[in-house]
């Protein structure tokens, strides 16, 4: 009698995630054309009606690289710290404790120089992402709390917070009843750099060498894998995997902070619940599509931003918004199978026993 | 002689191209406490899955109770008795002692449940109520709860694997009484596997001697038997292939006083170890796993740091020194467990190359690749190292390529002092010779080596000397020219003559 079992391929190609992406994505066009078939659409017309109003021209392809921004920033952090074999849940959490942060800088500080201030903006949203992310970061290394339940959770506590201090202290009397805190002074916007695209993009290139920096050519990085692969060899190796997995949290959820930041002073120009559209969520379908490599989460979240873009201007002809979702999360699903079958192959074993 | 409660004729059973049991035949007696010895590895732990259906032979009979077992598997050999108490505990940790005794479809007491817990808990001097959770016991508690556990699934033929490992001598002692008591008060058949002489002696009526897969010795009179005669059928001849040991030593370069450590339980696992080596020279640590051996090194290379005693490289006291800085004396350590503790599993080759001396390819916080690379190249070209690609994941190396790089990454840079835990386990034999000359190459290049093994042809073929560690202790020291295969075989097994 012959079986099959799965085997671990010894060798996987060097391009197997770029491959898994492909095949998903494809996977991802099909579904989502059958779902428009179903609702008697024309698939061609609502795709190449998405293309053109996502990439068809300078604004376009701006305010699609506009909402790559926050999903970069985040995945590129959530990546960091997969580093260390942890999964961070929370950057929903963390975008929006990063405006909190900067708003709470904003109003109580002042200084003329606006650039001055804007670097000093971006650097506590980057600090509210650190301190978001700083309650589980200490319940892992001290008790071992799986930070997956944990940084899922803050997201619900930080949300609360947001919409508490929307209708409270912050809320803005101008607002006319919307729940939104103040607006920013405009000398403090991020200026633009063509088109619409905001500065905020340049800062996002910038963190993506820096992410792939940290994780592929620092010491820190190296001593992170190491961590990740054993904690019996970081120990051996006078690695404290557990600093290294402390350090990472940190800096991780300080990515997801900035993207908060950048948002507030490029996008929404206050605080209010439209800081994040769920850009912590898909920006973890963006970091494990590309196998958490700095370089793909760069390419991957400014295709998953076009497709936002995408998906909402379709709206206008009467297509949900949703397909949109359906066809990140497709993708995700399809290269994670994919890559499943780059990694494995199935092999046929006579009778053993 | 009663017909035997259980009997196995020319059992066999291979792994790949290892034969585990090899024509071994077995048989037990009702109401007897047996004792199976063997070393690592000799097929002991193999014969009792094949006898609790876990594993089916090849070839071989078995008879249970009168009756031919056509297709053995676990449902049946529980059903005719057969109960196996595992060294890692089969318990339900967040249940209590009741439900974890009661789990079994078998259970025979669930009618006078209280009844049978206070009777077989006094046997047992389990001093525990029945509904305390499993993960309040103690190991010593848990234990008594598992061989419980077969009593109360009614099997009457009883297979305890290496019970007292996990024991401290009183609990050992307690044992042995609560086992007499089963045997003679409900008659159970039980067999004890141990490595550990002086156990099998007190335990035991009869005892079976395995050696490498094949049945050296059966049901031997425990009353009538000598220790140097299980000595020898348990290690074997030994081979007289030794390397030239007219080495010249230096200044002594490790040293340890008064090393002791103890767990959080309690149990001691070092007791009082003082021992010095020499520049050029190899001390042998022998003795079963799990005496102490994982932890000495641990000290001694600064994973372990909550010891009492003083660690001294080259003269210079580095007790309270972590890891990083001892390595900096150039100390090297070759652990036991080569892929999880010295190799880092889904890490790269390159990475995993590095890990010893990776500060060295750095500036400030950037990391040099270059510098790693050559590194890497150095390491494969010197030793000889079959590596298909940097960026291949460890595990894609066959054992023997993964041990040369590891010794090769902690040789490299001639060390001072170098801990060798179980070199050359589980590699072929070409394998084992180019690591053995490495490590003689080593001691001329005046390197301190602690060797520890459990392969006493290697302790043999490479020590200077041979220290024995036993529950901790320093059993036996002696230099290679005055120790006998007899003598270091008894201390391993806790006996001093």
Redesign the interface.
Known sequence: MNRYILSKKLYRNELATFYSFLIGFFIAIIVGSLILIIQEKNPIDVFSLMLKLSIGSINSISNSLNKAIPLILAGLGISIINSVKLWNIGAEGQIFMGAIALNLVYINTSIQNPNLYIILLLGSGFIGGSVCILIPAITKVLFGVNEIITTLLTNYIVIGITIYLINGVWKDPASLNFPAAAYVDESVYLPIVVGKLSSGFLICILFTFLAYYIKDKSVFGYEMRIAGGSELTAIYAGISAKQKAFFAMLIGGGFAGLAGAIELLSQTHRVSTGISQGFGYTAIIVAAITGMRPIGIFLVGSLFGALTIGGSVIQTIGVSSYIAEIIQATTLFGALVAQFFFSYEIIKKGKNV | MNSPILEVKNISKTFGNIKALDQVNFFLEKGVIHGLLGENGAGKSSLMNVLSGIY?PEEGTIRIKNTDIEKMNPDIASSLGIGMVHQEFRLIESFTIKDNLTLSKANIFSDNFEEAYEKYSDIFALNAHYETRINELSVGEKQKVEIMKLIFKNSDIMLLDEPTAVLTPQETSQLKNSLEQLSQEDEKTIVLITHKLKEIKEFTEKIFVMKNGKMVARSLDTKNVDDNELIELMMGEIKTSIFEKNNAKGPVKLETKNISLSNDDGQVLLNDISLSIKSGEILGIAGVSGNGQVELANVI???ERSFEGKVLINAKDVSLK???SR?KLNLS?I?E?RL????????SVL?NS???E??KS?YG???S?GKMVNYLSDLINQFSIKA??E???IS?LSGGNMQKLLMGRELISNPDVIVAAQPTRGLDVSAVDSIHKLIINQRDNDSAILLISEDLDELFKLSDRILVLYEGKVMKEVEIENASIDSIGLAMAGINE
């Open positions: 089916i290379c600064g994973i972590g890891v990083r390595k350590y652990p467990n999880g503790v010295g190799l880092a599993p889904g890490v990475d590095a890990i010893k990776y500060f750095s916080p950037h990391l690749k298909p690609d960026k291949a994941e894609t």
